[in-house]
């Protein structure tokens, strides 16, 4: 009797864990999903769908920034991205087209922005800190910004970057 209830315990005990694994290779499958792919000429009207979320875009990285090396521009013939990250990125890229997948992020400019932006330049301008042209100059920017929310009867502008996630070459 012993001997029968431990064979019924150790194939009780074998079955429970096969359909342990089934299921949890059942919930991988699941969880893993797709990351979209967007051209980049298409990224500026289709990235507010994205916000905070992973994509991946492709094309030729045109500029790595010189001052701290964390911002990429990617371009096609189409359009281009800026892609930030935490780390530097290696020069060597330049050139190269990549694969890139980031976290869809927004910048929005509203009239709220655009006044402290106006603030920014005034007081910078009354430092020191820029001479009369790059005062103009982003004093015109900023009413191109106000412009633009008129035209197009929008209470904001949205600008639509990526944070950097990973990469890969393409050959």
């Given at each position: 009797?012993?001997k029968i209830?431990?064979f019924l315990?150790?194939?009780l005990s074998?079955?429970s864990?096969?359909?342990?694994?089934?299921?949890?290779?059942?919930?991988?499958?699941?969880?893993t999903?797709?990351t979209?792919?967007l051209a980049i000429g298409e990224?500026?009207?289709k990235?507010?769908?994205?916000i905070?979320?992973e994509?991946?875009?492709?094309?030729?990285?045109?500029?790595?920034?010189?001052?701290?090396g964390?911002?990429?521009?990617?371009?096609t013939?189409?359009?281009?991205?800026?892609i930030t990250s935490?780390?530097?990125?290696d020069?060597?890229?330049?050139?190269?087209?990549i694969?890139?997948?980031?976290i869809?992020?927004e910048?929005?400019?509203?009239?709220?922005?655009?006044?402290?932006m106006?603030?920014?330049?005034i007081?910078?301008?009354?430092?020191?800190?820029s001479n009369?042209?790059?005062?103009?100059?982003k004093?015109a920017?900023?009413?191109?910004?106000r412009d633009?929310?008129?035209?197009?009867n929008?209470?904001?502008i949205?600008?639509?970057?990526?944070?950097?996630?990973?990469?890969?070459?393409?050959?």
């Amino acid at each position: 009797m012993k001997k029968i209830a431990f064979f019924l315990v150790l194939i009780l005990s074998i079955v429970s864990c096969k359909t342990e694994n089934k299921k949890a290779e059942e919930v991988l499958e699941t969880k893993t999903i797709e990351t979209p792919i967007l051209a980049i000429g298409e990224f500026d009207t289709k990235a507010g769908n994205y916000i905070n979320k992973e994509v991946t875009v492709q094309g030729i990285v045109d500029h790595v920034c010189k001052h701290g090396g964390k911002k990429i521009l990617l371009v096609t013939d189409n359009g281009s991205v800026h892609i930030t990250s935490e780390e530097r990125f290696d020069e060597a890229l330049m050139g190269n087209e990549i694969a890139l997948t980031g976290i869809v992020v927004e910048e929005r400019i509203d009239e709220s922005t655009c006044l402290q932006m106006e603030e920014d330049n005034i007081k910078s301008h009354s430092e020191g800190s820029s001479n009369k042209e790059q005062f103009e100059a982003k004093t015109a920017h900023i009413q191109q910004y106000r412009d633009q929310m008129k035209t197009n009867n929008v209470d904001h502008i949205s600008n639509y970057s990526l944070k950097y996630v990973d990469h890969t070459n393409v050959e």
